[in-house]
């Protein structure tokens, strides 16, 4: 499969505290995007990354790419108790005008952050 | 609110029902996607359209009908489904890919349970 995996599949941290979690995946990659989804609710976009970018910053969150790894890592920061939620990466993948932005997730992290 | 709207929010229909999912995007977007949602299982890309045209059947059953009038609006026609169909069904929109890839945005998922 060439589908992103995270991991931990959970994770339970305290307030305050950094979070961070893992995907993994098999095939090359145009980019990389990591969304988050409340209980039974629709995703969010949260970050972007390219095949070429090794960082990006968008407020509490980082996003690392290791193509040499075919991993990626996100970062939050200074946790909150709101950042309850699951947060999946989904990768692109084609050449050329064929792979129509189609994205494959991965089976997601599920972060708990107590108060 | 991402701009995506979904409708109904919740369905319950028997195996010999005849429903239709309907989602509406506001952003300006020329791709269209719906994807379910089971637990435990990774989000599966079932359809995409761009600029109406269908460009991906990811080897869905008929007894799903994938309708795109145009480029806003989506809808997911439902006949003699299967309990095994009972999911969450995202819609997304994003811009037409030239092959990179762009984030997609979700409306807020049908829950469907089919009895």
């Known amino acids: 499969s060439q589908q992103g995996e995270e991991d931990p599949q959970a994770l339970s941290i305290q307030e305050g505290e950094n979070a961070t979690m893992n995907c993994s995946y098999k095939t090359s990659i145009n980019n990389l995007q990591w969304y988050r989804q409340n209980s039974g609710r629709g995703l969010v976009h949260l970050i972007l990354?390219?095949?070429?970018?090794r960082e990006k910053h968008s407020g509490r969150l980082r996003v690392t790419l290791d193509t040499s790894k075919k991993s990626s890592s996100l970062l939050i920061t200074a946790s909150r108790a709101a950042d309850t939620a699951s947060y999946f990466c989904?990768?692109?993948?084609?050449?050329?005008?064929?792979?129509?932005?189609?994205?494959?997730f991965g089976q997601g992290t599920i972060l708990t952050v107590h108060p | 609110e991402t701009g995506v709207t979904q409708t109904p929010r919740h369905l319950v229909m028997g195996m010999t029902n005849k429903k239709s999912l309907k989602c509406e995007q506001h952003?300006?977007?020329?791709?269209m996607y719906w994807y379910k949602q089971s637990a435990k299982k990774p989000l599966e890309l079932m359809f995409v359209y761009n600029f109406k045209e269908q460009t991906e059947n990811n080897s869905v059953p008929s007894r799903f009908s994938p309708e795109c009038p145009n480029s806003s609006h989506l809808f997911l026609h439902l006949h003699t489904l299967q309990p095994e169909d009972s999911a969450l069904y995202l819609c997304a929109s994003s811009q037409v890919s030239g092959g990179e890839g762009y984030e997609q945005y979700f409306g807020p998922g049908t829950r469907l349970t089919v009895t």
């Open positions: 989904a990768i692109t993948t084609g050449v050329g005008g064929t792979s129509y932005g189609k994205l494959t």
């Open positions: 990354i390219r095949s070429n970018e």
């Open positions: 952003l300006g977007h020329n791709a």
